[in-house]
Nanobody, 118 residues
C-alpha cells in the first residue's frame, strides 16, 4: 500500500503562485508514476501533470503547460506541483495520485483546495 498526503493549497489572487506538496509513504517501490489531477466544481476530474517515479519524464495538460511544474524530492519522497501565473479557472481540488504500472492510478490522496480569485 501507498499513502499520499497533499498540502499547500489555499487562496491566491490571479497571477499568483502556489506550491503543492504530496508526501508519499508505504510501499514506494510499487510506484511507477506520480501525477496531479484536479476537479473543479461541477466538472469531472482531469489530469494536470505527471512524472515517472524515476524522475526522467514529465507530461502536462495543455491547460497548464508553461505555468505548472511537477518535480520530486527523492530524499523526502515528496512530489511537488509548482503553479505559477494562476488563473481563476485553475480553481479546483487538487489530488496527488500514484500509478502502480499495472492497474493504473491505484493510490490517491485526500485532495487540497486551490482557489484563485480574479
Amino acid at each position: 500500500q501507498v499513502q499520499l498526503v497533499e498540502s499547500g493549497g489555499g487562496l491566491v489572487q490571479a497571477g499568483g503562485s502556489l506550491r503543492l506538496s504530496c508526501a508519499a509513504s508505504g510501499r514506494l517501490i510499487s510506484i511507477y508514476r506520480a501525477a496531479w489531477f484536479r476537479q473543479a466544481p461541477g466538472k469531472e476530474r482531469e489530469f494536470a501533470a505527471a512524472m515517472s517515479w524515476s524522475g526522467g519524464m514529465t507530461t502536462y495538460a495543455d491547460s497548464v503547460k508553461g505555468r505548472f511544474t511537477i518535480s520530486r524530492d527523492n530524499a523526502k519522497n515528496t512530489v511537488y506541483l509548482q503553479m505559477n501565473n494562476l488563473k481563476p479557472e485553475d480553481t479546483a481540488v487538487y489530488y496527488c495520485a500514484a500509478h502502480n504500472g499495472i492497474s493504473g492510478y491505484a493510490y490517491w490522496g485526500q485532495g487540497t483546495q486551490v482557489t484563485v480569485s480574479s
